[in-house]
């Protein structure tokens, strides 16, 4: 008699699980009464007018993130030492009451998979304007969706890659580039503003790394600002409307991945959770936000993006000691330094360039950190002379003449000049990330006018080396 009962309420239990297929309708009130009637749910279900008329095969696509581990990216994080000075993060936290007026507002990716694109260019636009303490213009998702050649446009993209497009590229804002992939379909990429007078300027972050773990997560948002996540959503979550999200246990197998803003968190009713915005309007869920369990990797959001976030590139003086020393140590550290593990002089320079960042300080956290600080400069080793190399035609045959604009982390532009064998572009592009073959002997002063030589600096050490001379460009210069 017992193994009967058992059995019919396990039939009674398996039947009052809702078993949605791709043709149901997302917002069908059927299977949100059959969400809601579940015992135990920390949170609820309702019709959200974003899925209106849509199904779920229909709405698939939206979840366009590709998915990475944390696991994958250790190399990309900050120094555990940069986590270790911080402060214990509290209870809870909301980015939009502590930088009231600074925290952009909800947006809509509409039909196209762009949800990669939208998170990372609010991240970056909250972070413009806590770094500045001032309100600052949204930025343009469109300029990623249509831009980005390495990620997919309305088809799908990564975090990291996105963030490698914020850091070389930079994004203009949403005035200038108005999202245009609503449809689905990308428009080419733009090369003016859609006003004449508003300026392509585009915003870029001075720097961009992944971040492990939930504490990390949670004192990287309360330092610096809100950071971007992605997860697997399965079908329940897009009927949220309030409370904490977690999935019911027989969702086995995921919609796809959503990439996310996550601002703040908290604990409701006993469960701890994670504030976070989305991209589908202010009419879905909590106008536009949802609470998802904090602490157990529900949809694994809090290691299978992996959380990524980067500083605003916006003048020497502001952002976190740590962030500074990150942005400039390479640029100041020589090879030379290095090879002697010269920390004093490297921190006076750095104290000396960004009177902020007190030497002792600096002599603590790059002590910590060496490994990790040297790690990443290979790349970025300059060693000045004040005699020209390549003046004019090149001279050893095979090489032909390359320039590169840039501007340094200290304001000044510069046009650079170097002879290289066109074979070695791949390695060379390393250093310059716009480097250009020129069609004359003399690309600074015959594309720019301008002759006034500066200095001679040579990138990296070893075999892996580049020389450029560099011509002064005044600051109207675009770069």
């Known amino acids: 008699m017992k193994a009967g009962v058992i059995g019919v309420v396990a039939a009674c239990v398996a039947q009052a699980q809702p078993s949605p297929t791709g043709k149901t309708h997302i917002n069908d009130q059927d299977l949100i009464d059959q969400y809601n009637s579940m015992n135990g749910a920390s949170w609820v279900a309702g019709r959200n007018a974003f899925f209106d008329g849509m199904t779920f095969d229909e709405a698939r696509h939206l979840m366009g993130t590709g998915p990475s581990d944390i696991s994958e990216h250790l190399q990309s994080t900050l120094p555990e030492s940069v986590y270790a000075a911080m402060a214990d993060p509290p209870a809870d936290f909301d980015s939009r009451t502590h930088w009231a007026g600074l925290i952009h507002p909800i947006r809509n990716q509409q039909h196209c998979g762009s949800c990669w694109a939208f998170s990372a260019a609010e991240v970056l636009s909250d972070r413009v304007a806590i770094a500045t303490k001032k309100a600052s213009p949204s930025l343009s998702p469109e300029d990623m969706v249509s831009c980005d050649t390495v990620d997919m446009g309305c088809k799908g993209g990564t975090l990291p890659n996105a963030w490698s497009y914020l850091q070389n590229t930079g994004i203009v804002t949403e005035k200038c580039m108005p999202y245009a992939a609503g449809n689905g379909t990308a428009p080419e990429c733009a090369t003016k503003c859609v006003s004449a007078s508003d300026s392509f300027s585009r915003q870029k972050a001075s720097s961009a790394y992944a971040i492990n773990g939930v504490a990390n997560m949670q004192k990287e948002i309360m330092t610096n600002g809100p950071i971007q996540v992605a997860f697997l959503v399965y079908k329940s979550f897009m009927s949220y409307k309030s409370g904490v999200y977690s999935k019911h246990f027989w969702e086995i197998l995921p919609e796809g991945g959503h990439a996310v803003k996550v601002v703040g968190w908290g604990t409701e009713i006993g469960h701890d959770y994670w504030l976070v915005a989305n991209s589908w309007d202010t009419t879905w869920g909590l106008d536009g936000f949802f609470k998802i369990k904090r602490g157990t990797n529900e949809g694994k959001i809090e290691t299978q993006g992996p959380p990524y976030a980067g500083m605003p590139l916006t ?165």
């Open 315 to 479: 003048g020497l003086g502001v952002g976190s000691m740590p962030g500074m020393i990150e942005e400039v140590f390479c640029k100041i550290a020589t090879s030379k330094m290095i090879e002697d593990k010269a920390v004093s002089m490297i921190c006076a320079k750095i104290e000396e360039k960004v009177p902020s960042v007190p030497a002792d300080k600096c002599n603590a956290f790059v002590e910590a950190g060496w490994s990790k600080l040297t790690a990443k400069c290979q790349n970025d080793l300059v060693a000045v002379e004040d005699t020209p190399c390549c003046v004019g035609a090149c001279k050893v045959a095979g090489e032909e003449k390359y320039y590169s604009v840039a501007q340094s982390i200290f304001g000044t532009k510069h046009c650079g000049e170097c002879c290289m064998n066109p074979k070695n572009y791949n390695l060379y592009h390393i250093f310059e990330k716009n480097l250009t073959h020129a069609d004359n002997d003399s690309p600074c002063a015959k594309t720019f006018g301008y002759t006034k030589y500066d200095s001679t600096a040579t990138h990296g050490f070893g075999p892996v080396k580049m020389t450029l001379d560099l011509y002064d460009l005044p600051s109207e210069v675009v770069v």
